[in-house]
């Protein structure tokens, strides 16, 4: 079966890094897209970043310029590099991996940003 399980979230100032992992396994994972979501309380679940198998990447527009997304398909981990954490950058964020036909989640790991 299927696990995903994210780590690295805490509390951070305005302006500092945290890195998020999310460790898979049961699952083909380089054959997978990695995408992370996040989700304040109150609002909506958002799409974040996405990596897919061959390594492209996407972000979210208010994201851009502030955080990776990449890979370690030999470790079948991937991660969330955020640089210069903003207030708005909270909530819990979420690790979710695709193959055809499936979709799995891990069960969340919350960044908090001081203003």
């Known amino acids: 079966q299927v696990q995903l399980v994210e780590s690295g979230g805490g509390l951070a100032q305005a302006g500092g890094s945290l890195r998020l992992s999310c460790a898979a396994s049961?699952?083909?994972?380089?054959?997978?897209?990695v995408r992370w979501f996040r989700q304040a309380p109150g609002k909506q679940r958002e799409l974040v970043a996405t990596?897919?198998?061959?390594?492209?990447?996407s972000y979210l527009d208010s994201v851009k310029g502030r955080f990776t997304i990449s890979r370690d398909n030999a470790k079948n981990t991937g991660f969330l590099q955020m640089n210069g954490l903003k207030y708005e950058d909270t909530g819990v964020y979420y690790c979710n991996i695709l193959r055809i036909g499936s979709s799995y989640w891990g069960q969340g790991t919350r960044v908090t940003v001081s203003s």
């Open positions: 049961g699952i083909i994972f380089a054959d997978s897209t």
């Open positions: 990596v897919s198998s061959d390594g492209r990447t």
